[in-house]
C-alpha cells in the first residue's frame, strides 16, 4: 500500500462509534488496500464507508450504510480541495438505528473531524 495516513478522529453519536482517516494516495487502486487496512483494524465495523479523489477521478463507496455516506466524504473531499486523497469513515454499531438523515451528518462530522486534524482549511 502506498497511501500515507495524514490523520484519524473518532467520534460517538447514540453509542454508534465513528473512526476516520484520511489518506494521501499515490493512485486511485489504493482505495482497495485502504479499505482492507480498516476491516483489518476495525474488525467490529458493520461499515467502511469511503471517498476518492485522484485527479479527475471520483470515487465513493457506501458499504450497505443507508444515507449515502460515501457520497456525504466525497463532497467534503471537494469542499476542501483534497486530490490524491482518501478518506474513510468506518462505523461500529452502537445498538440504536440513526437514520438515514442522522447517519450521513455522523459520518460528515467524522470526516470533517479527520480533515481538521491534518490541518486542512477551507
Known amino acids: 500500500m502506498t497511501a500515507e495516513p495524514l490523520s484519524a478522529a473518532a467520534t460517538e453519536v447514540r453509542r454508534s462509534r465513528f473512526y476516520a482517516h484520511l489518506y494521501r494516495v499515490e493512485g486511485p487502486e489504493d482505495i482497495a488496500a485502504v479499505l482492507a487496512g480498516h476491516r483489518e483494524a476495525y474488525r467490529k465495523a458493520a461499515h467502511h464507508c469511503a471517498a476518492l479523489r485522484y485527479g479527475s477521478m471520483e470515487e465513493f463507496k457506501n458499504d450497505g450504510e443507508v444515507g449515502r455516506p460515501g457520497r456525504i466524504?466525497?463532497?467534503?473531499?471537494?469542499?476542501?480541495?483534497?486530490?490524491?486523497?482518501?478518506l474513510v469513515v468506518s462505523r461500529v454499531f452502537g445498538g440504536i438505528l440513526l437514520g438515514p438523515g442522522n447517519v450521513g451528518r455522523a459520518f460528515r462530522d467524522a470526516g470533517e473531524a479527520a480533515i481538521r486534524e491534518a490541518g486542512v482549511t477551507r
Do not use: K, P
Open 73 to 86: 466524504l466525497l463532497d467534503l473531499l471537494r469542499r476542501y480541495a483534497l486530490e490524491s486523497h482518501v
